[in-house]
Structure formats: structure tokens, C-alpha cells
């Protein structure tokens, strides 16, 4: 095996190989490395639905032998450290690689540690999280075999990848536990990092009237800081206790609240809430061999890679791009984003081996399928600006079953069909 390429590219996750593919349809003749020690590939966005009870999570998992694009070259391996002004990566066996034109795109990573308690729980006592391909499945076994009580969700105080997901499986259970006759007897709350429920105003309207719909209690600004599996607690740390968390703290049926802590200077309160049945989703942040490498953005405290967000190049090393959920460019990071920002790095990174200039543009499109209930979706696409880039001619603001079936069915097909293979 070669240990220089033409092109390298770190991951081959969603935004890799898409990459990969797309360069290889354009110019058949370059020369490709792909850096990636996983030998499972995943279709992350179904895993909400595995949660949920309507897919299958061995639907969600291919061998990365068999989607890493012809002609290209696999290097089963763990890049752990960049040397950009020498043009090489260097891998935890200690492997170097080098490279004329690098593509960092190894995703985001989950930071389970930040949660005390998390990890030791995580699959059992009722907590679980759609986040992890092991214990999507057990999302469905709580929800199915709930009798009532307090259910919490939760969203940490980080970007994360796909935003909604935290709240999808949120309004799936509700819906569920409506149609099993026991919601009124569920105290649903939301315990979220964001301000509100969604960033851009035209989907968040819709999303107010589900939350009102369920009867959903939700805490915005808040940082879940530990779980207790046996104890069956979720603690937070918010500056706002708003009126209906005070008035339940009077009442007689407020049992699942308790302030332990309250400082007046800091103006932080810790609260434990008891629950039944706990879906969480952990604090994330770039990988660590980014973090620590010279491609980060120092201002960045979570250590993305620093890219101009409109060409994706690095904003310092000209020969490097960056797409997907590692970069720091201001998108909603999913995998709806990688299908537009893959298109700008593969023309802009053409145009520099060409000694051209990168002009093609990303204008920071992603999208939320965000389903309201069984059968009904809102897709919510949208830019930089947080402005509507409603595909279809329909008000996508208003959930409907099409929009179900794109996500459910249509998608995951397209996602192994299509997008890996660089024709969509
Ligand atoms: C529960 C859930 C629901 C989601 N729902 C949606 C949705 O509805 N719609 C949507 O568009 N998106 C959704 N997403 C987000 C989407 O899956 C991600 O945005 C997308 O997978 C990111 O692609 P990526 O290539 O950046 O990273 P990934 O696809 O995660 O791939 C990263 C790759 O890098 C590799 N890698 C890691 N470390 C190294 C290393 N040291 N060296 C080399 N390679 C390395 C990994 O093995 C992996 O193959 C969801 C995600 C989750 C978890």
C-alpha cells in the first residue's frame, strides 16, 4: 500500500465517501486514500426511528468494505495526529501518510464522560439514548413497556449532530403513549442547553403547538450535569426555575422536583428531577486528535476545524477542506447539509488542483425531518440566515404523511443507493 495520495480523506463516514464518490465521477484518473479504522458503516438518521419501533437497527449498519467507492484505496486506520505544513497525517499504529490535497471529515465526538454517571447506565434502569447504535433498540423497549410516570428527554448545551433528534423521539413516544390511552397519566418533560425548541420561527411555531399538544413540560438553558440510573434522577443546572417549576415545587404533586443548590451570585440553580424513563443525548464536540491539532479553530472552545464556511477550505491551509459535523462552520450539522456542502468541496478542491480559484459556494443548507407524531412529519430545511428553503411546493411547516414516507422509507434507500455513491 501506497503511503501517499493525491487526495487523502480522513473518515469515511456520510461525508467521506460522498466526497470520494463525487471527485471519482467527476475525474476518474485521481488518485484516493481513505483513512477510516471502523469496519461498520451506519445510516445514523434511521436510528431515530429504531428508537421509535418502525425500523430495523441491522438496516442501519453495512460493512465499510463493501460502501467505500471503487478505485479508491481503504486504509483501515485511526489518523491521530495532523502535520499540515509537512502535508501529512500520522496514525495511532504510528503509520505516516501524505498527501497533495487533504478532506477532514471524520464527525463529531460524543462525549458520554460529561454526564456523571451516564456511561455506567446507559442501556439499563430505564436511560437510554437513540446516539448510540447499541442502544437504539433498548429507546423502543422503555417506551413500549412505559405504564406512566415522568419521562425525560433531554438535549445538552453543545451543537450536536441532527438538533432535533433529541425532541423526534420525544413527540414519537408521546404519540404512542396517547394512542395506549396512558399519556394523561405521563409527566413529559424536556430539559434542553437551547433557548427554545427550534432556531428558526416558521418550524418552532409548529413545534409549540405539539409541545401544548402532549402536555409537555420544558426547561430551555438547562445543563443536564449527571443521571443516576439507580436512583432514577436527572440533575440540571439552569439560571431560569420558571413559574411552573416553582409552582410545582409547591405542590403536593410535585414529587420529581427538588433544588439542592441554590447560589444567589452566580444566579445558578442545581435541580434533581426523579423519572421513570430517561432519553438522553450527551454533551459533543470535535474529536480529540482535532481538537489538539493545528487545523482547529482556536477560538472555537470546542475545537472544530476552522473552515471558511461559505467555500469549506481551511482558512489557513489551502490544500485542506473540511465538511460534515467536525467543522465549525454555523450549520445545523446533518447528514441533509453533507448533500450540499459535498457538491462545493468537490468543485472548489477541483478548481485548486486546477490552480483555479475556489468560488463555489455553501450557503449553510440543512434539514430537520422532524416527526410529530406516527405517520406525520414536518421537514424543516433551512440556511445560515435561519431562513425556510422549503423543497416542495407545500407549506412544510405543516407535518404531513409525504414527508413521513420521505424520511421512513424513501431516504434510507437513497442514503445506500445514491448518496455514497456520489449520484445524489
Ligand atoms: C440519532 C441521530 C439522528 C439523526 N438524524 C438525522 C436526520 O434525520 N437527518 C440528517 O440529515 N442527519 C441526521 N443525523 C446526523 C447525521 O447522521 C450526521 O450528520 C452525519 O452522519 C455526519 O457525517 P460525517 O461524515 O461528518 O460523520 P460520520 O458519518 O459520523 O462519519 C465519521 C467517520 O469518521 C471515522 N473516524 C472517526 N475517527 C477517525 C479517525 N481518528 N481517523 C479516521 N477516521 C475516523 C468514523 O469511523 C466514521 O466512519 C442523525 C444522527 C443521529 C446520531
Known sequence: MSNHYQILVIGGGNAGLSVASQLL????????????????????????????????????????????????????????????????????????????????CPGIQLDWNKIEGLKETLGKNNVSSNYSFQHAPYTWEMIKNFKGGTAVFTNPTTPIKCGGAPHKIMYLAC????????????????????????GVKEYAETLKKV??????????GANVTAIN??????????????ENLNQKLCSENAACYGIIEHNDTEDLKKV??????????????????????????????????????NTLQHTRFSNIFALGDCTNAPCSKTGAAIRKQAPVVVTNLLAIIDNKTASA??????????????????????????????TFPINQAKPNWAMWILKTKILPWLYWNKILKGTA
Open 25 to 104: 465521477r467527476k475525474r476518474s484518473n485521481l488518485n484516493i486514500g481513505i483513512i477510516d479504522p471502523s469496519e461498520k458503516h451506519y445510516y445514523q438518521p434511521a436510528w431515530t426511528l429504531v428508537g421509535a419501533g418502525i425500523f430495523d437497527i441491522n438496516k442501519t449498519i453495512r460493512n465499510e468494505k463493501e460502501v467505500i467507492p471503487k478505485n479508491t484505496t481503504w486504509i483501515k486506520e485511526a489518523v491521530a495526529e495532523f502535520m499540515p505544513t509537512e502535508n501529512k497525517v500520522k496514525c495511532s499504529s504510528g503509520d505516516e501518510f501524505t498527501y497533495d490535497y487533504l478532506v477532514v
Open 175 to 198: 404519540d404512542y403513549w396517547r394512542k395506549k390511552g396512558i399519556l394523561d397519566q405521563c409527566d413529559v418533560h424536556y430539559i434542553s442547553g437551547a433557548a427554545s425548541i427550534f
Open 211 to 220: 409541545i401544548g399538544h402532549y402536555n409537555i413540560h420544558v426547561h430551555f
Open 229 to 242: 440510573g439507580e436512583n432514577k434522577t436527572v440533575a440540571f443546572e439552569t439560571k431560569e426555575i420558571d
Open 272 to 309: 434533581i428531577l426523579n423519572f421513570d424513563l430517561c432519553h438522553t443525548v450527551p454533551p459533543q464536540s470535535a474529536p480529540d486528535f482535532i481538537k489538539n491539532s493545528p487545523l482547529r479553530d482556536p477560538a472555537n472552545p470546542l475545537g472544530y476545524v476552522e473552515i471558511d464556511k
Open 361 to 390: 459556494q455553501y450557503d449553510g443548507y440543512s434539514a430537520c425531518p422532524i416527526p410529530t407524531q406516527y405517520g406525520k412529519l414536518m421537514l424543516a430545511e433551512f440556511d445560515y440566515s435561519n431562513t425556510p428553503k422549503m
